[in-house]
């Protein structure tokens, strides 16, 4: 079993947890801390997978779409995709 440590910190009298109710802070300041790492790791993930797509792009491993019918291929290949049998999975 792990013990809980405390944490004292100041904060400027406008901060928004002074809102709640003496006795609710703690829970409400846990639930933001959470979200925070939550939130970080997400971000950290997406800049990852950012990453990756830009160095496909700049690799030319990508489709131009036009806005019109079917994305081609820089080469000119045509890329045929059954969605019906896609969608009966």
């Known amino acids: 079993m792990t013990k809980d440590k405390r944490l004292e910190?100041?904060?400027?009298?406008?901060?928004?947890i002074w809102r709640y109710p003496p006795g609710?802070?703690?829970?409400?300041?846990?639930?933001a801390l959470g979200l925070m790492?939550?939130?970080?790791?997400?971000?950290?993930?997406?800049?990852?997978?950012?990453?990756?797509?830009e160095e496909i792009l700049s690799?030319?491993?990508y489709f131009?779409?036009?806005?019109?019918?079917?994305?081609?291929?820089?080469?000119?290949?045509?890329?045929?995709f059954d969605t019906e049998a896609f969608m009966d999975i």
């Open 9 to 16: 910190i100041r904060l400027p009298s406008d901060h928004w």
């Open 24 to 31: 609710s802070r703690s829970k409400r300041m846990r639930e």
């Open 37 to 53: 790492e939550t939130l970080q790791n997400t971000l950290t993930n997406l800049d990852r997978r950012l990453e990756q797509v």
């Open 59 to 61: 690799a030319g491993e």
């Open 64 to 80: 131009v779409v036009s806005g019109k019918g079917e994305p081609e291929p820089p080469d000119g290949r045509k890329i045929k």
